[in-house]
């Protein structure tokens, strides 16, 4: 047994002439959530298909719990696609089991995991119900309960939330939380940075099938912080302030300035001290994620050039 | 291999219990049903035009007497043509039917004339032309003194009874009679349009769900779970049963409620043959008789433990063939139903071909494009049914239902692997030729 769920090693996919994944290699760590960002393009899905075992990789390795891929593991990954649909004439309850078999429970494990987990979202009364009369939202939380039915290991979620109103979206993601609290990893691929910054732990970023970023989040918005500091304050500042401090900005109350690196934020806090203002904030401005990802992806574009 | 059934199903199930397909199933041997009795009361319809029709009968053609048909009547008349055609219909009379005076006896045309505001119907013509034809001949046997015993020998009715060469003391050679092979072409037909309509009913109906799983990105769920191969496979044994399902029920209730209505409606069965068989009209009814014994004989002494079974070869092979065609098609095409044309073309083209070739080939079952036809997979599973009836060499059967299998075997695994590349595939427009290169993609 191995710590990482899921370790990949060079995995490279060519299309014709075209790397969809190239020599990628990252690992997911057992029961984290784990972030798999990039944008449009950038070969998350081909990557996903791979671990997924829908198609397979020209070289490199992907071990699953330690063990090389194979055709018994697609019943312990939970795969929520981006694109993704149902039988529409199909009822609901009907339609679960049919997953669940698909994904090798019997028929009464199947009914049973179905039974807690309908009760859960309390959608009993859905079980007749065709799958076209539900709406979108709805729909999505029928997938969702798809994905998990079979306790998977790993479950790997595509822009879990799109199409989602916020009260649904706290119910999944409670969700996932609680799943991860029971063992399970989580691969979570969206742009929504906000919610990687909320959720992951961990991430990887891709762009054009390569790697370009790879970590913990904090630790990767402490690399590519700019030690920046948002002091509010309460009083006038001394008129040579901006010759001694590079100010970014400044509001009446409020500024933002930018110290030389090594220097610590206690010498920028005494000099507010010293100067009898009354500090009533005092805070690093890490850079979000989303900076970082337009940033990163930016200059890696730059250098396909 | 357990997904498979899973698959498989949920496949038929969802169809076999669906509206559409009870309707269709149901409501299909009804319409035969109908269409029988309709069709039986339009050849059992005659004219209600009721027609008075005035003879002048110059040379007493006719001695005076002429049957009437029903609502026809004929009436001789002693006036002179100018004084009927004066008060025609005051008189009651529709027509004038003017027989003149015969110039040659030995003449073998005789032109008669029908006067009236209208040309006679069809029908009128024909009573007639009939009824005209044999007063004749009566007339031209007393005229020129014929014996009609010699003259009734003159005709005779020619039968071919095709007998076995071999003839083996204590082994029953069979005896093919008249029937045998106005029989195996009917049994070939039939066998032959069951598989036609089998593969396109069931084939567009694999290619359209093929097309809607795609289209509502089901298939993005379901490959994570199973192969895209077992997806395929699933579908289109699913489909087939659903068809065996429908034939079975068809093959049961058609012939039930066929007859049922028949008996209902009193449609008269031979008036409807004879109507349509103008020869029948001449057999006297003793011989229908023996041949519809001598039929039915025919019928129990075909080969049936052979040609069924064979049969079945043929629909799975052929069905199995062109079902996964179908189905790469489908995953090959976009929510246009329209675009997809260029792409089934080349699927349905060698389905008509088979089926003409399979008319041709109920008519010269031996003939070189029966025999090369019949081994072609593509063409096999329409024609070799078809000639099933007539007992092809035995090497030939077995020839090409090897082919056919091997063929449909590796029609399947072509088809699978445009399948894995055509249900991922979105928003392009795909060729022939891209259609080609799938195949040859990597997993």
Redesign the interface.
């Given at each position: 047994m191995s710590d990482q769920i899921l370790q990949l090693d060079k995995v490279l996919k060519t299309y014709g002439n075209y790397a969809a994944v190239n020599h990628v290699s990252f690992d997911v760590p057992k029961g984290s959530i784990f972030g798999l960002l990039g944008p449009n393009g950038a070969g998350k899905t081909s990557l996903i298909r791979i671990i997924t075992t829908i198609t397979r990789a020209d070289s490199g390795s992907v071990l699953l719990d330690g063990e090389p891929l194979n055709s018994r593991h697609p019943e312990v990954i939970g795969y929520m696609p981006e694109e993704r649909g149902l039988y529409k004439k199909m009822k609901v309850g009907e339609h679960l089991l049919y997953l669940a078999q698909l994904k090798g429970l019997s028929k009464q494990q199947a009914q049973q995991a179905l039974n807690f987990w309908m009760e859960r979202f309390d959608i009993r009364d859905w079980w007749n119900k065709k799958v076209e009369e539900l709406s979108k939202g709805m729909q999505q939380k029928i997938q969702f309960i798809a994905t998990v039915l079979h306790k998977p290991k790993l479950l790997i979620l595509d822009e879990p939330f799109s199409g989602l109103d916020p009260i649904n979206t706290n119910l999944i993601k409670d969700e996932i939380y609680q799943l991860q609290k029971q063992g399970v990893s989580i691969l979570f691929s969206t742009h929504r940075m906000e919610q990687v910054e909320e959720i992951c732990e961990r991430i990887v970023l891709i762009n054009k099938g390569s790697v370009i970023l790879e970590g913990n989040v904090q630790q990767i918005k402490n690399r590519f912080k700019e030690h920046r500091f948002q002091i509010d304050y309460e009083g006038e500042l001394p008129a040579d302030f901006e010759a001694q401090m590079a100010v970014v900005s400044h509001k009446p109350g409020s500024v933002m300035v930018q110290v030389a690196e090594g220097s610590r934020p206690n010498d920028l806090l005494q000099y507010f001290i010293q100067r009898g203002l009354q500090v009533r904030a005092f805070q690093e401005l890490l850079p979000s994620l989303n900076e970082i990802f337009i940033r990163q992806v930016g200059i890696s574009n730059e250098a396909a050039k | 291999m357990k997904?498979l059934g899973?698959?498989i199903k949920?496949e038929y199930l969802?169809r076999v219990t669906?509206r559409s397909f009870l309707i269709a199933t149901f409501l299909t041997p009804l319409g035969f049903a109908l269409l029988f009795v309709v069709v039986g009361v339009i050849f059992a319809y005659k004219s209600d035009d009721v027609r008075k029709v005035a003879i002048i009968d110059y040379d007493q053609i006719l001695s005076g007497s002429i049957k009437d048909e029903k609502n026809l009547y004929f009436t001789f008349v002693d006036k002179s043509l100018d004084e009927m055609r004066q008060g025609l219909k005051e008189a009651g009379f529709d027509g004038i039917l003017v027989l003149p005076k015969i110039k040659e006896i030995t003449d073998k045309r005789y032109t008669v004339y029908y006067y009236a505001d209208k040309p006679p119907t069809p029908d009128i013509e024909l009573a007639i032309k009939e009824r005209l034809g044999t007063a004749m001949r009566e007339y031209k046997i007393n005229a020129l003194q014929l014996d009609r015993r010699q003259l009734e020998a003159l005709d005779t009715r020619i039968e071919l009874d095709p007998e076995p060469l071999a003839e083996k003391d204590g082994e029953k050679v069979k005896d093919a009679s008249v029937f045998t092979s106005a029989i195996a072409s009917g049994i070939g037909f039939l066998m032959g349009i069951i598989m036609y309509m089998a593969v396109f009913i069931y084939g567009v109906m694999i290619m359209r769900s093929v097309m809607e799983?795609k289209t509502?990105?089901?298939?993005?769920?379901?490959?994570?779970?199973?192969r895209p191969f077992e997806m395929m496979l699933g579908k289109i044994i699913g489909v087939g049963a659903v068809g065996l399902t429908q034939f079975a029920i068809w093959a049961i209730l058609i012939p039930l409620i066929s007859s049922g209505a028949s008996l209902l409606f009193n449609v008269d069965m031979s008036q409807m043959n004879s109507a349509s068989a103008q020869a029948a009209a001449e057999v006297d009814p003793d011989d229908i008789q023996a041949m519809i014994a001598l039929g039915m004989q025919e019928l129990a002494n075909q080969n049936w433990w052979f040609m069924l079974p064979a049969f079945v070869v043929y629909f799975l092979g052929g069905y199995l063939l062109y079902a996964s065609l179908f189905a790469a098609v489908g995953s090959a095409m976009s929510d246009d139903l329209g675009e997809g044309q260029s792409l089934t073309l080349p699927i349905t083209i060698p389905v008509l071909l088979a089926f003409y070739i399979m008319i041709a080939v109920i008519q010269a079952p031996n003939s070189s494009l029966a025999v090369w036809s019949s081994i072609f997979p593509l063409f096999s599973p329409i024609v070799m049914p078809a000639r099933l009836a007539f007992e092809p060499p035995l090497w030939e059967v077995i020839l090409s239902m090897v082919l056919l299998i091997a063929t449909a075997i590796f029609f399947v695994w072509l088809s699978a692997r445009i399948y894995r590349v055509g249900i991922?595939m979105?928003g392009k427009k795909v060729t022939l030729k891209e259609l080609g290169k799938w195949m040859f993609?990597?997993?």
């Amino acid at each position: 047994m191995s710590d990482q769920i899921l370790q990949l090693d060079k995995v490279l996919k060519t299309y014709g002439n075209y790397a969809a994944v190239n020599h990628v290699s990252f690992d997911v760590p057992k029961g984290s959530i784990f972030g798999l960002l990039g944008p449009n393009g950038a070969g998350k899905t081909s990557l996903i298909r791979i671990i997924t075992t829908i198609t397979r990789a020209d070289s490199g390795s992907v071990l699953l719990d330690g063990e090389p891929l194979n055709s018994r593991h697609p019943e312990v990954i939970g795969y929520m696609p981006e694109e993704r649909g149902l039988y529409k004439k199909m009822k609901v309850g009907e339609h679960l089991l049919y997953l669940a078999q698909l994904k090798g429970l019997s028929k009464q494990q199947a009914q049973q995991a179905l039974n807690f987990w309908m009760e859960r979202f309390d959608i009993r009364d859905w079980w007749n119900k065709k799958v076209e009369e539900l709406s979108k939202g709805m729909q999505q939380k029928i997938q969702f309960i798809a994905t998990v039915l079979h306790k998977p290991k790993l479950l790997i979620l595509d822009e879990p939330f799109s199409g989602l109103d916020p009260i649904n979206t706290n119910l999944i993601k409670d969700e996932i939380y609680q799943l991860q609290k029971q063992g399970v990893s989580i691969l979570f691929s969206t742009h929504r940075m906000e919610q990687v910054e909320e959720i992951c732990e961990r991430i990887v970023l891709i762009n054009k099938g390569s790697v370009i970023l790879e970590g913990n989040v904090q630790q990767i918005k402490n690399r590519f912080k700019e030690h920046r500091f948002q002091i509010d304050y309460e009083g006038e500042l001394p008129a040579d302030f901006e010759a001694q401090m590079a100010v970014v900005s400044h509001k009446p109350g409020s500024v933002m300035v930018q110290v030389a690196e090594g220097s610590r934020p206690n010498d920028l806090l005494q000099y507010f001290i010293q100067r009898g203002l009354q500090v009533r904030a005092f805070q690093e401005l890490l850079p979000s994620l989303n900076e970082i990802f337009i940033r990163q992806v930016g200059i890696s574009n730059e250098a396909a050039k | 291999m357990k997904k498979l059934g899973i698959i498989i199903k949920r496949e038929y199930l969802t169809r076999v219990t669906r509206r559409s397909f009870l309707i269709a199933t149901f409501l299909t041997p009804l319409g035969f049903a109908l269409l029988f009795v309709v069709v039986g009361v339009i050849f059992a319809y005659k004219s209600d035009d009721v027609r008075k029709v005035a003879i002048i009968d110059y040379d007493q053609i006719l001695s005076g007497s002429i049957k009437d048909e029903k609502n026809l009547y004929f009436t001789f008349v002693d006036k002179s043509l100018d004084e009927m055609r004066q008060g025609l219909k005051e008189a009651g009379f529709d027509g004038i039917l003017v027989l003149p005076k015969i110039k040659e006896i030995t003449d073998k045309r005789y032109t008669v004339y029908y006067y009236a505001d209208k040309p006679p119907t069809p029908d009128i013509e024909l009573a007639i032309k009939e009824r005209l034809g044999t007063a004749m001949r009566e007339y031209k046997i007393n005229a020129l003194q014929l014996d009609r015993r010699q003259l009734e020998a003159l005709d005779t009715r020619i039968e071919l009874d095709p007998e076995p060469l071999a003839e083996k003391d204590g082994e029953k050679v069979k005896d093919a009679s008249v029937f045998t092979s106005a029989i195996a072409s009917g049994i070939g037909f039939l066998m032959g349009i069951i598989m036609y309509m089998a593969v396109f009913i069931y084939g567009v109906m694999i290619m359209r769900s093929v097309m809607e799983e795609k289209t509502t990105r089901i298939v993005e769920v379901m490959i994570s779970s199973v192969r895209p191969f077992e997806m395929m496979l699933g579908k289109i044994i699913g489909v087939g049963a659903v068809g065996l399902t429908q034939f079975a029920i068809w093959a049961i209730l058609i012939p039930l409620i066929s007859s049922g209505a028949s008996l209902l409606f009193n449609v008269d069965m031979s008036q409807m043959n004879s109507a349509s068989a103008q020869a029948a009209a001449e057999v006297d009814p003793d011989d229908i008789q023996a041949m519809i014994a001598l039929g039915m004989q025919e019928l129990a002494n075909q080969n049936w433990w052979f040609m069924l079974p064979a049969f079945v070869v043929y629909f799975l092979g052929g069905y199995l063939l062109y079902a996964s065609l179908f189905a790469a098609v489908g995953s090959a095409m976009s929510d246009d139903l329209g675009e997809g044309q260029s792409l089934t073309l080349p699927i349905t083209i060698p389905v008509l071909l088979a089926f003409y070739i399979m008319i041709a080939v109920i008519q010269a079952p031996n003939s070189s494009l029966a025999v090369w036809s019949s081994i072609f997979p593509l063409f096999s599973p329409i024609v070799m049914p078809a000639r099933l009836a007539f007992e092809p060499p035995l090497w030939e059967v077995i020839l090409s239902m090897v082919l056919l299998i091997a063929t449909a075997i590796f029609f399947v695994w072509l088809s699978a692997r445009i399948y894995r590349v055509g249900i991922l595939m979105y928003g392009k427009k795909v060729t022939l030729k891209e259609l080609g290169k799938w195949m040859f993609y990597r997993d």
